[in-house]
């Protein structure tokens, strides 16, 4: 009775390829808003940046949060 089991684990490893798949995508598509406040990035914006995700006020508010980290 293995089957049922092993078929649950297989959806769950799938839908977590499936998510790992479309972080890559991000990488290098860049959105046209902004996942954190939903701002619209400029187009120049996504243009310098491949794969942004966050407008310049969201990245400057990660950037510090990021630094303030890594400092501890
Ligand atoms: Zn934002």
Excluded: W
């Excluded at 009775?1 to 798949?21: G, T």
């Excluded at 996504?46 to 980290?69: F, I, M």
Aim: proline share 3%; glycine share 2%; hydrophobic share 40%.
């Amino acid at each position: 009775m293995a089957d049922v089991a092993d078929l649950a684990n297989d959806s769950a490893e799938e839908q977590l390829n499936l998510h790992l798949a479309q972080r890559v995508q991000f990488q290098g598509e860049s959105l046209e808003f902004c996942i954190e406040c939903d701002e619209e990035i400029p187009a120049l914006r996504r243009r310098t940046l491949p794969g942004v995700t966050t407008c310049v006020d969201c990245q400057q508010l990660l950037e510090v949060k990021n630094h303030a980290y890594a400092k501890r």
